[in-house]
């Protein structure tokens, strides 16, 4: 009996399991007689025996909705009561502690189930403990309460790819090149999780070769009208080999695909058809963009695997800057074509920062933030560049102006680097006891950001010692003083 399973204080799994059950049970009895609080209490008690059982946590989420009436908002003050607890996850989420994460984020959602990172922080440590049907729930509320935050649908998105959820993964990519058009990732995301589903479907898994797929594996099939989409295209372009729009369906169909070589061709032979059609135009300088960044990824593997091989180092950097040129080059073209999109004015700003040219993105920085969407990276990245011209005092307004809208549950990289560099512009303008400040608040969120640990310890360190060097000094004046006086 001393060896038996859950001796020494800890309980056995089925004995956990028939608990959960009864509290499942007793919660669902209570739930049926809209006693919201006790059913709550009994869900929970069910989850934390048994964390790995989807139904007791939609039953729990469900109750709460329930309790606070469907609001939308959970408990009266609620962002100002979870200001704790979501600084404590901060924290969890640092250490990788999982266990801590997934019990902190329950207890915020006790206050607010709506809310989107407390939702996706839940989901996350779930997922790294082997729970992902329940993290794919998770994801799936803090995608609803925040439907453009691109980290929560580019995990969830991976999450269906797991499951062979193709078309919801497609879907969650396919936002996320709505929200930046020039998220080249995503783009061939979605060209790939396509690629999958049509391998999926028609059952080309386990075909020895092309001929031997789904309701024709193993026949002799003639490639024939109505037996390939990309061959129909193909023929469609021969038919009419002067219809730009049939190149143009062609392409699309071959960029879902992940042909992006193919579809290179085929657009550029669509926009010799056209006469410069800038549709077209746009289009095969994506796939190029594209194409380059494929190459870029596959020299950067090959300098990491081998740091001595000078020669993959000096590719990669090369290919690099080839690729930053080659984007200047086209965001200033479409920036010429389309003078109020916003995003393009940012998108090529962050650009010419990464080439070195603060002074030529000051000005798309300044318009960009007129876009609520970007108002906050905008004014973060004119801080830098006005940080570059060595103008602190225009740097810090851009900062102090950023920093009220910016929120650490919202973004915390931005969030941190807002003050960060707040901190440093308040050094250079020997406003000592701000830039205290603004490193203590990134100390208080990373601790290991950077060099802020660094710079707080230098300007606290350094102030007592400068007092005590002037009381020094003091002193010894006093004491000349005294012997001259003698």
Not at 141 to 155: E, T
Not at 195 to 211: F, L, Q, V
Not at 213 to 219: L, V
Not at 223 to 245: F, H, I, Q, T, Y
Request: charged share 35%; glycine share 8%; aromatic share 8%.
């Amino acid at each position: 009996m001393g060896n038996e399973k859950g001796s020494g204080g800890e309980m056995p799994d089925d004995r956990k399991s028939q608990i959960a059950r009864d509290c499942f049970k007793r919660g669902t009895e209570a739930m049926i007689k809209q006693n919201w609080g006790y059913s709550c209490e009994m869900f929970r008690n069910a989850i934390n025996l048994v964390p790995g059982n989807l139904l007791y946590r939609q039953s729990l989420r469900g109750v709460q909705e329930k309790q606070y009436n469907n609001n939308g908002t959970g408990a009266s003050m609620a962002n100002m009561r979870l200001m704790g607890t979501k600084t404590s996850l901060k924290k969890s989420m640092m250490q990788k502690d999982w266990k801590t994460i997934m019990t902190t984020a329950e207890d915020g959602l006790a206050v607010n189930p709506w809310d989107a990172s407390l939702n996706a922080d839940l989901g996350y440590a779930l997922k790294e403990l082997g729970f992902p049907d329940i993290a794919t729930f998770c994801y799936e509320r803090a995608v609803k309460g925040d439907p453009n935050n691109r980290d929560y649908l580019r995990i969830l998105g991976l999450l269906y790819e797991d499951k062979e959820k193709f078309d919801e993964a497609i879907g969650c990519f396919t936002k996320l090149t709505q929200i930046d058009k020039l998220d080249g990732e995503a783009r061939s995301k979605v060209m790939s999780l396509t690629s999958k589903k049509a391998i999926k479907t028609g059952g080309y898994e386990n075909a020895p070769d092309s001929r031997s797929t789904g309701a024709n594996r193993g026949k002799d099939v003639v490639d024939g009208p109505g037996m390939s989409v990309e061959a129909d295209l193909e023929r469609a372009v021969r038919k009419e080999p002067n219809n730009k729009d049939s190149y143009l369906k062609l392409a699309d169909y071959q960029i879902r695909d992940g042909k992006l070589e193919k579809a290179s061709q085929t657009l550029r032979k669509g926009l010799e058809v056209s006469g410069g059609d800038d549709k077209i135009r746009e289009m095969l300088e994506d796939v190029n963009l594209d194409l380059q960044r494929k190459e870029l990824g596959l020299a950067k593997e090959e300098a990491v695997q081998d740091p001595t091989d000078a020669a993959a180092k000096r590719k990669y950097v090369e290919l690099k800057a080839d690729l930053l040129q080659k984007e200047i080059e086209i965001f200033t073209s479409r920036m010429e074509r389309y003078p109020q999109n916003m995003a393009l004015k940012f998108d090529l700003g962050i650009r010419l920062m990464q080439d070195k040219r603060p002074k030529e993105a000051i000005p798309l920085f300044q318009k960009s933030r007129g876009d609520a969407r970007r108002k906050v990276e905008s004014l973060l990245n004119l801080g830098k560049c006005f940080i570059a011209d060595r103008q602190f005092v225009l740097a810090r307004r851009q900062f102090e102006t950023a920093l009220p809208e910016s929120k650490p549950d919202d973004n915390l990289d931005v969030y941190l680097e807002l003050n960060y560099y707040a901190g440093r512009v308040c050094e250079e303008l020997k406003d000592k006891d701000a830039a205290i400040g603004y490193y203590q608040t990134v100390l208080e969120y990373d601790y290991g950001y950077k060099d802020n640990q660094q710079r707080l310890n230098e300007l606290e360190g350094g102030g007592d010692q400068d007092e005590d060097e002037d009381e020094e000094d003091e002193e010894e004046n006093n004491e000349t003083k005294g012997k001259k006086k003698s």
